[in-house]
């Protein structure tokens, strides 16, 4: 079945370290998204990408890289910049029609050790 | 800039209807989405509005008015399942694409 797989489900970092979170999708979905989720926040915009080798700051993006060398995977890097990273991330995608929706990921929480 | 409000949290009984509401202000509108998540998973889409008016689709239906800034997600015959956190969401251009803009959500709770 297509679908977007986010790994792994749960993660644990210890202070100053970088760890990155894996995102691949079979839709053949041009664009990808990275969001974070805090209680009571909603979904906040990190990162996003419109094509291969392309990709857009959000509004959150202090402390987190991405890359896009292919159009199935968009990782993110959370880095040791980031000061709070303790929260639920979600990977999306949208094919590149406007009315269509975006098609999310089961997500990855990850908290601090 | 981007403001979405939708109440922060609904109570309602098994079988009634209830409506959550949603305003926005946003330069530059392409579509409004609702969006289902139960705790700890991924959102899950339930409808799309670029028109004013209604969009019906089986016990939920979702409004639009582009004047008013409004939108209204429509849950009728509740059930239990249907507790969960419900998310407005407004398509915005953003630099050389486009990108959601999501509200807080709206916690509902079904009582039996």
């Known amino acids: 079945d297509g679908g977007i797989t986010q790994s792994p489900k749960y993660l644990f970092r210890k202070e100053g370290q970088n760890v990155t979170l894996s995102c691949e999708q079979n839709l053949n979905h041009d664009a990808m998204y990275w969001y974070r989720q805090d209680p009571g926040q909603g979904l906040r915009l990190i990162y996003y990408?419109?094509?291969?080798?392309?990709?857009q700051k959000g509004d959150i993006a202090e402390g987190y890289s991405v890359s896009r060398e292919k159009k199935e995977s968009f990782p993110l890097t959370v880095t040791s910049a980031q000061k709070n990273p303790t929260a639920f991330y979600l990977c999306?995608?949208?094919?590149?029609?406007?009315?269509?929706?975006?098609?999310f990921g089961d997500g990855t929480r990850l908290s601090i050790l | 800039g981007q403001n979405i409000d939708q109440p922060t949290e609904m109570t309602a009984t098994e079988g009634a209807i209830v409506q959550i509401n949603c305003t926005y202000q946003?330069?530059?509108?392409?579509?409004l989405f609702w969006y289902q998540q139960h705790a700890g998973e991924a959102p899950t889409f339930l409808s799309y509005?670029?028109?004013?008016g209604l969009e019906e689709k089986g016990r939920f239906s979702s409004f639009l008015s582009r004047s008013k800034g409004y939108s209204y997600l429509l849950l009728k015959e509740l059930q239990m399942k249907d507790s969960a956190s419900y998310l407005c969401a407004v398509t915005r251009r953003k630099n050389s694409g486009y990108a959601l803009n999501f509200g807080k959500g709206t916690s509902l709770l079904v009582t039996p």
């Open positions: 509005n670029v028109l004013d």
């Open positions: 946003t330069s530059g509108f392409n579509g």
């Open positions: 999306a995608s949208r094919p590149g029609q406007l009315n269509q929706p975006q098609h």
């Open positions: 990408s419109q094509i291969v080798n392309d990709f």
